[in-house]
């Protein structure tokens, strides 16, 4: 027996929605020119980033090379081995960027340069402001089209206040209904039963009825808007969602984060099992990653990546979290010998920092939920914490080269 993970009034409901943003083939397009670095320029430089993108323009060319690194070290490697992309989280909006950036620059010809990570994470909230006033594409634009990160992922939090007519439209467009409080100034917000933040517990996890939709509809929005095409998704339904949603547009990609995601073999096949409910044709998938728990070990690992190759699954990379910061989890967590032993086994892995293993004041998930007035005074202070991050992903990343195992960073480091 089985039953499917979507009901027809489910998919119903997710096809009208894609109908209202234009269709699969209009939102995968405008994701596509909307990622163009000329085009978000000119947007940027008309709502006043045009300053701050020259100055990155300027700063990026003083990053450090891993070529430099790799000749005065006599480097070679091991096509035995597995490959390690660099991932580093907590790109909080377009200032600690850009601070970041500068700290990076100032790396370089040091005993201990700091490379760009392949991969950035932020955990901002996709408020309409963030949204459209442009500094989440200037974010963007630093971070992928002047640092040239493979992936910058978008977190959309379920619970964040939106405007009140958003929610009746939605409701007319999908024919579902949405619990929702007043919230002032003619907005709303879904309700939030359990515990956790105000914008949705553990980032969203609480994905309650209908809720899916609000969360594919702030994906969409954000990814028309600026070209964002990776967002984090927290919860076994919206996961679902996602899978069927962005089955035909290949621009729109999702990752699953280690606060659901596998932390046993068993819990990494229900993941297996509903990505080839909605594979596409070509066996690819919206799911662009899965980030293996916190609680597991090299082995579980090696064997989660073991099982997603014998499922024919295309695309699909596995990351884990090297450190992360004390409000995570465990103190003084370190999964650096972990990450050795995948590595060494012949197994691809994403190695992600959430923190540097230091305890700084600014390197905390309360962090990612300052109000916008109050992360700007503290942009200095949160791009040192990332700049600590990316040059902990350099030092582990260099100390994989002296293994033979290869390092992906960004763009702007080659």
């Known amino acids: 027996m089985h039953f499917n993970l979507l009901s027809k009034e489910d998919m119903k409901a997710m096809d009208a929605l894609k109908k209202h943003h234009g269709g699969a083939k209009k939102i995968n397009e405008t994701i596509a020119k909307m990622r163009v670095y000329e085009t978000r320029k000119k947007i940027l430089v008309e709502k006043g980033f045009g300053e701050m993108l ?26 035995n081995l597995g490959i390690g992309t660099a991932q580093v989280s907590g790109w909080q909006g377009a200032k600690v ?5 500068k700290k990076i620059a100032e790396s370089a010809g040091s005993d201990t340069p700091c490379f ?17 006033n442009g500094d989440l594409m200037a974010t963007l634009a630093m971070s992928e089209n002047i640092m040239g990160c493979a992936k910058f992922c978008n ?26 409080n007043d919230t002032g100034d003619g907005n709303s917000a879904l309700i939030m039963k359990n515990q956790g933040t105000v914008f949705g517990n553990f980032c969203g996890i609480e994905v309650a009825n209908h809720n899916h939709l609000v969360y594919l509809d702030g994906v969409t929005r954000t990814a028309l808007a600026t070209g964002g095409d990776f967002f984090l998704n927290p919860s076994w339904s919206s996961i679902v969602a ?6 035909d547009i290949p621009n729109l990609n999702f990752k699953v984060s280690m606060l659901l995601s596998a932390q046993n073999t068993i819990q990494f096949r229900m993941l297996l099992n509903i990505i080839k409910e909605y594979i596409r044709d070509d066996m690819t998938s919206p799911i662009y990653e899965i980030n293996i728990g916190n609680a597991t070990n090299s082995e579980t690992f090696i064997q989660c ?42 197994t691809d892995m994403t190695y992600k920092y959430e923190s540097d293993g230091t305890a700084r004041e600014l390197d905390t998930m309360a962090t990612y939920f300052l109000p916008e007035d109050e992360l700007a005074k503290a942009s200095k202070e949160i791009g040192d ?16 080269m002296q293994k033979g195992i290869k390092p ?3 763009k702007a480091s080659y």
């Not at 960027?97 to 950036?101: D, G, L, P, Q």
């Not at 996602?242 to 089955?247: E, F, S």
Request: hydrophobic share 40%; charged share 25%; aromatic share 12%.
């Open 242 to 247: 996602a899978c069927y949603y962005g089955r």
């Open 97 to 101: 960027t850009h601070h970041a950036m």
């Open 54 to 79: 020259e100055d990155a323009e300027k700063l990026v060319k003083k990053f450090p090379k891993v070529a430099d690194y790799e000749k005065a070290n006599n480097i070679s490697y091991d096509e």
């Open 408 to 410: 992906i960073f960004g």
């Open 155 to 180: 977190t959309n939090l379920i619970g964040i206040p939106q405007p009140e007519a958003r929610f009746k439209e939605l409701e007319k467009i999908t024919g579902k209904t949405f619990e929702r």
């Open 116 to 132: 760009v990570a392949s991969e950035f994470i932020s955990v901002m909230m996709l408020t309409d402001n963030y949204i459209y």
């Open 385 to 400: 914490v990332i700049f600590y991050k990316s040059l902990q992903a350099s030092k582990d990343g260099m100390k994989f």
């Open 305 to 346: 990546a073991k099982e997603l190759k014998e499922s024919g699954i295309k695309g699909i990379s596995l990351a884990a979290h090297m450190f992360i910061n004390p409000d995570l989890g465990m103190a003084n967590f370190n999964w650096t010998e972990n990450a050795f032993k995948v590595l060494e086994s012949g």
